[in-house]
């Protein structure tokens, strides 16, 4: 008697679908990486982290990286958290930057004792603007003196947006920061007074635009001033 044979068994649909977001990650498409990087979040998927993170590292469109931190702030962050402080110690820029990024978008505060000295003053400005937004957003408000030390040390670094940055940590840091941006107000370098006047421009009025800030800063230690009597 010949047996009935049985009909292969389809693979279940949802590792079906795992495999075409993890596919659709590496594809050479942006389009198809931006499709697959909302499908992770939309139905996030642990086995999705780890591979999400990678992209993260190596991925050269804005919006597509964009897309990768969102769909890791859809995971469980007891989950991703721990992945993304592995990636502060890659060796590329771009990887630890992204770690950054993402952590401060997910805002789990046990993440802050890997933001380190090291990253808030990495030699990669994109990586230290990164630390610096995540910093602001993660530290407890018993370390924000000792954080906001630790920026002051970056006053005048780097070009427009570098110092944007950097004030803007600042004031987000609020009056815990005014002393030690009067302090630095002494430093022999004309640029760092200037970045520090900017700043206290902005923490003072908010809505003021840097680049104003930044000229009345010039004048000012043109003048040879410190702008606080102003």
């Not at 990087?37 to 993170?53: E, K, N, S, V």
């Not at 005048?156 to 950097?166: I, Q």
């Not at 004031?171 to 002393?179: C, H, K, Q």
């Not at 941006?181 to 003072?204: F, K, N, S, Y």
Request: aromatic share 4%; net charge negative.
């Amino acid at each position: 008697m010949t047996m009935p044979k049985e009909k292969p068994k389809e693979k279940p649909k949802e590792n079906t679908s795992t495999m075409r977001v993890l596919q659709g990650l590496e594809h050479g498409s942006s389009s198809v990486r931006l499709q697959a990087a909302l499908a992770a979040g939309t139905t996030p998927d642990t086995r999705f982290i780890d591979r999400l993170i990678e992209r993260c590292a190596i991925e050269p469109e804005f919006h597509v990286r964009e897309m990768l931190t969102w769909a890791l702030t859809r995971h469980p962050s007891s989950t991703a958290v721990p992945y993304l402080v592995d990636e502060l110690r890659s060796e590329r820029a771009q990887a630890r930057s992204q770690a950054l990024h993402t952590l401060s978008k997910i805002g789990e505060r046990q993440a802050w004792p890997a933001i380190t000295r090291e990253l808030l003053t990495d030699a990669d400005d994109e990586v230290a603007r990164s630390a610096w937004r995540a910093a602001v957003v993660l530290v407890p408000e018993d370390e924000e003196p000792e954080l906001a030390r630790a920026l002051a040390t970056q006053l005048g670094r780097g070009g427009r947006e570098t110092r944007l940055s950097l004030s803007r940590a600042l004031v987000a840091l609020g009056e815990v920061a005014m002393p030690t941006l009067r302090a630095a107000m002494t430093d022999h370098d004309p640029g760092v007074r200037q970045h520090v006047i900017a700043t206290e421009r902005l923490l003072r009025n908010p809505d003021a635009g840097f680049d104003w800030a930044i000229e009345e800063a010039k004048r000012i230690v043109a003048l040879g001033t410190t702008g606080q009597e102003e």
